[in-house]
């Protein structure tokens, strides 16, 4: 997991080929990007810009991908992000292909994720987005970008 803020993003543009273009895309479109999918190079980086409300933490709730590193940024509102190994979690929703997701319960520690911060989330990290802070559930708006692990 890389935590920081976007404006500190060119000190990670080398990380992987594509995520000069996620943060190119993010300066440039970001802010105004309507909620849904931007496919930036086809299947392997794809912007998700949303807005939701956070929720309560729950336990059965930790994602995993296979196919693909999340980088997760904050444009408004903050949230917890719960971080945890998915080795030492059960698996309640069986890994979807298509998806690129399995559900697991578990425990992790949380890290919190405010407006103009960003998260680098790697398949090997079972994590939890969208949780509520200690003020409770607050409108968010997030763009996830999906960046294919086969690139690096």
């Known amino acids: 997991m890389i935590k920081d803020s976007i404006s500190n993003s060119k000190l990670y543009l080398n990380a992987h080929p594509l995520f000069a273009k996620a943060f190119e895309w993010l300066n440039e479109f970001g802010a105004t990007a309507p909620d849904g999918k931007v496919f930036l190079e086809g299947e392997d980086l794809v912007a998700i810009p949303q807005h939701y409300t956070s929720h309560p933490y729950v336990d059965?709730?930790?994602?995993?991908?296979?196919?693909?590193i999340d980088i997760q940024v904050v444009l408004d509102g903050e949230e917890l992000v719960y971080l945890g190994n998915p080795d030492q979690m059960v698996v309640n929703i069986p890994?979807?292909?298509?998806?690129?997701?399995?559900?697991?319960?578990?425990?992790?520690?949380?890290?919190?994720?405010?407006?103009?911060?960003?998260?680098?989330?790697?398949?090997?990290?079972?994590h939890e987005p969208a949780v509520s802070t200690a003020s409770g559930d607050k409108p968010v708006h997030k763009i996830i970008f999906k960046v294919a692990v086969s690139r690096l």
Not at 103 to 124: D, N, Q, S
């Open 60 to 68: 059965n709730k930790y994602e995993t991908h296979k196919r693909y």
């Open 95 to 126: 890994f979807d292909v298509e998806k690129d997701i399995d559900f697991r319960t578990g425990f992790g520690e949380a890290t919190t994720l405010k407006a103009g911060e960003f998260m680098v989330i790697y398949p090997h990290e079972a």
